[in-house]
């Protein structure tokens, strides 16, 4: 017997009319590409989404058809969200951190009819458009006063504002199927060519409700929400989505993403809510000590895309007073998979117990199902120690990536493959060891990588440290510990090697310590082990 109730289908489009009819007052603030700021409401940006609707189906795109964005985080950019994928069409987000090959291989891949891309993105643009046959036209995201007189484009460049000036607010959001596709992304190729992921209007709803969740982003109408994570990668985590779902103030940087930009705009718009990467926290927090600065309303912050060291969970608490709560994902989730955020029984554990706690990546959050498996796929105990391969499923992980490989293909065993590397504890939280690549084997066992990290960056004069292993003569391979020493400090091998007595098994600790300035990254602000590996290659150690 089906049941009684609306079928209405899961739309994007439902989102912004939410906000606009219930949360209509409410502010997006942007930092602006051009410089300033732009305030306006939930209401304004429905109708200026209307008018890009407008233009777009004026220049003729259907649904299904790829939009392509390359853009920081404002307000235009939050338009064309709800613009393209409201109206039927894919948003197809473009990070423009990767090379330009793989940006070429990704938009002819997309085969993107349009793509729209900030004043900063001018001089990139003009180096991919000869190599993009698919794309009729760039869309440059100002206004006409900011305009180049000239540029090496083939055709006219358009402007946004023009284009939305001509067409009026009035546009009927189409009802369709909840399972049509609304945005892409591709993963950033750290291990292999950039692939795409295409999120459906129901997985990306589903997603948002899941993210909302108090265990999860615990947002409200009582929040203000700045995403520091760029909504070129990921969605932005989907706080673009989630936060006119609440109701939160949304304040976007823009391309203000140092750490004084980002103070500045924490404590001028009242933020109680942010998140991104480690990366940019660190930097945040050296430039608050060194100002002795505090924060004013930020209580909140969400840390992923790579793992967060305990040391930067403490210093934000018991320096600056804000909760970190540590998420993993992966473009293929929507992104967020775990989150950590304590049970009510190890509220009563020393605080070091629950920092250790919650510098795991945490637990499933619903709509993801996870479990760890051994090579022959056989499941693992949650006991917290053994460690396998990650298989995550649920209602908003890939099925299959876009125009790649067989149709159902990559998830015919129900599960999907993270290709990260894990330990689930009996109460449910998850920590991830490694990727499956950077695992470290020593004598038939297994190091992490990701631990051995996290502890190094405790050292007072470590700013960054990678771990990679290297061929032994007897043990197969063994940990080299790479790092970046902090500006102003000086620290011996010795020093650091014996930083890690008493935290790990003695057989876990570094073989040897290289110093360097920097370490590579990914376009997603990943350590680039692949890069180090070939910088280390034929590395020998002692022993
Ligand atoms: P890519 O496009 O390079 O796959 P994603 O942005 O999708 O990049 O990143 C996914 C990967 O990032 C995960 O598979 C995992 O290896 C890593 N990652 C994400 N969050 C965390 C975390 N909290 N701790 C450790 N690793 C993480």
Same mark, same amino acid.
């Given at each position: 017997?089906?049941?009684?109730m609306?079928l209405?289908p899961l739309r994007?489009?439902?989102?912004?009319?939410?906000a606009?009819k219930?949360?209509?007052?409410?502010?997006i603030?942007?930092?602006?590409?051009?410089g300033?700021?732009?305030?306006?409401t939930?209401?304004?940006?429905?109708?200026?989404s209307?008018?890009?609707?407008?233009?777009?189906?004026?220049?003729?795109?259907?649904?299904?058809?790829?939009?392509?964005?390359?853009a920081w985080?404002?307000?235009?950019?939050?338009?064309?969200?709800y613009?393209i994928s409201?109206?039927?069409?894919?948003?197809?987000?473009?990070?423009?951190?990767?090379f330009p090959?793989?940006l070429?291989?990704?938009?002819?891949?997309?085969?993107d009819r349009?793509v729209?891309?900030?004043?900063?993105?001018l001089?990139?643009?003009e180096?991919?458009?000869?190599?993009?046959?698919?794309?009729?036209?760039?869309v440059?995201?100002?206004?006409?006063?900011?305009m180049?007189?000239?540029?090496?484009?083939?055709?006219?460049?358009?402007c946004?504002?023009d284009?939305?000036a001509a067409?009026?607010?009035?546009?009927?959001?189409?009802?369709?199927?909840?399972?049509?596709?609304s945005?892409? &992304?591709?993963t950033s190729?750290t291990t292999?060519?950039?692939?795409?992921?295409?999120?459906?209007?129901?997985?990306?709803?589903l997603?948002?409700?899941?993210?909302?969740?108090?265990?999860?982003?615990?947002?409200?109408?009582?929040?203000?929400?700045?995403?520091?994570?760029p909504?070129f990668h990921?969605?932005a985590?989907?706080?673009?989505y989630?936060a006119?779902?609440?109701?939160?103030?949304?304040?976007?940087?823009?391309?203000?993403?140092?750490?004084?930009?980002?103070y500045?705009l924490?404590?001028?718009?009242g933020?109680?809510?942010?998140?991104?990467?480690?990366?940019i926290?660190?930097?945040l927090?050296q430039?608050?000590?060194?100002k002795?600065?505090?924060?004013?309303?930020l209580k909140?912050?969400?840390v992923?895309g790579?793992? &967060?060291?305990?040391?930067?969970?403490?210093?934000?608490?018991?320096?600056?007073?804000v909760?970190?709560r540590?998420?993993?994902?992966?473009?293929?989730?929507?992104?967020?998979?775990?989150? &950590?955020t304590?049970?009510?029984?190890?509220?009563?554990?020393s605080?070091d117990?629950?920092?250790?706690i919650?510098?795991?990546?945490?637990?499933?959050?619903f709509?993801?199902?996870?479990?760890?498996v051994?090579d022959?796929?056989?499941?693992?105990?949650h006991?917290?120690?053994?460690?396998?391969?990650?298989?995550?499923?649920?209602?908003?992980?890939?099925a299959?990536y876009?125009?790649a490989?067989?149709p159902?293909?990559?998830?015919?065993?129900?599960?999907?493959?993270?290709g990260?590397?894990?330990?689930?504890?009996p109460?449910?939280?998850?920590q991830?060891?490694?990727?499956?690549k950077?695992?470290?084997?020593?004598g038939?066992?297994?190091?992490?990588?990701?631990?051995l990290?996290?502890?190094?960056?405790g050292?007072?004069?470590v700013a960054?440290?990678?771990?990679?292993g290297?061929?032994?003569?007897?043990?197969?391979?063994?940990?080299?510990?790479?790092?970046?020493?902090r500006?102003?400090?000086?620290?011996t091998?010795?020093?650091?090697?014996?930083?890690?007595e008493?935290?790990?098994?003695?057989?876990w600790k570094?073989?040897?310590v290289e110093?360097?300035?920097?370490?590579?990254?990914?376009?997603?602000?990943k350590?680039?082990?692949?890069?180090l590996r070939?910088d280390?290659?034929?590395?020998?150690?002692?022993g």
């Amino acid at each position: 017997m089906l049941g009684l109730m609306m079928l209405e289908p899961l739309r994007i489009a439902g989102l912004i009319e939410h906000a606009a009819k219930w949360h209509a007052d409410t502010e997006i603030v942007t930092r602006l590409v051009e410089g300033g700021f732009h305030r306006y409401t939930y209401a304004a940006a429905h109708r200026r989404s209307k008018q890009l609707a407008n233009a777009l189906t004026e220049l003729g795109i259907n649904w299904g058809d790829r939009v392509g964005t390359l853009a920081w985080n404002t307000h235009r950019h939050f338009e064309l969200y709800y613009g393209i994928s409201g109206m039927g069409a894919v948003c197809h987000t473009i990070n423009p951190r990767l090379f330009p090959e793989q940006l070429v291989y990704i938009i002819n891949h997309a085969e993107d009819r349009l793509v729209f891309f900030d004043l900063t993105f001018l001089p990139l643009v003009e180096r991919l458009a000869p190599l993009c046959p698919t794309v009729e036209a760039w869309v440059l995201m100002t206004n006409r006063a900011h305009m180049p007189e000239a540029t090496t484009l083939p055709g006219e460049v358009r402007c946004y504002e023009d284009l939305l000036a001509a067409q009026n607010d009035e546009f009927v959001w189409p009802v369709f199927d909840e399972n049509m596709a609304s945005s892409l &992304c591709y993963t950033s190729g750290t291990t292999d060519q950039p692939k795409g992921v295409l999120y459906s209007h129901r997985s990306t709803l589903l997603h948002s409700y899941a993210a909302s969740l108090p265990d999860c982003f615990n947002c409200s109408a009582r929040d203000v929400v700045l995403p520091v994570v760029p909504m070129f990668h990921v969605n932005a985590w989907g706080i673009p989505y989630a936060a006119p779902m609440n109701g939160c103030k949304l304040v976007l940087p823009g391309p203000g993403l140092d750490a004084a930009s980002l103070y500045e705009l924490y404590e001028q718009e009242g933020v109680t809510f942010t998140a991104g990467v480690p990366t940019i926290w660190f930097g945040l927090l050296q430039f608050m000590r060194e100002k002795k600065l505090r924060f004013s309303t930020l209580k909140n912050m969400i840390v992923g895309g790579a793992s &967060c060291p305990p040391a930067l969970l403490k210093a934000f608490d018991e320096e600056l007073g804000v909760t970190i709560r540590h998420a993993w994902g992966m473009t293929e989730t929507s992104p967020l998979g775990t989150v &950590c955020t304590l049970k009510s029984q190890q509220l009563s554990l020393s605080p070091d117990e629950q920092f250790a706690i919650q510098s795991k990546q945490g637990r499933a959050i619903f709509g993801v199902d996870m479990k760890i498996v051994d090579d022959e796929g056989q499941e693992l105990p949650h006991d917290g120690v053994a460690f396998g391969d990650l298989l995550v499923r649920g209602p908003f992980i890939v099925a299959d990536y876009y125009r790649a490989g067989e149709p159902g293909e990559l998830t015919k065993s129900g599960w999907f493959r993270t290709g990260d590397v894990a330990t689930i504890d009996p109460n449910g939280f998850m920590q991830i060891t490694d990727r499956s690549k950077d695992v470290i084997k020593s004598g038939g066992e297994w190091i992490s990588s990701i631990e051995l990290e996290n502890l190094a960056v405790g050292h007072p004069a470590v700013a960054e440290a990678a771990v990679i292993g290297v061929p032994h003569s007897k043990w197969s391979e063994r940990p080299l510990l790479i790092i970046v020493v902090r500006p102003g400090h000086e620290v011996t091998a010795e020093e650091i090697l014996s930083f890690y007595e008493g935290k790990v098994a003695s057989w876990w600790k570094p073989n040897a310590v290289e110093f360097v300035q920097q370490l590579p990254h990914t376009a997603t602000g990943k350590l680039l082990k692949t890069q180090l590996r070939k910088d280390f290659a034929g590395y020998v150690l002692g022993g």
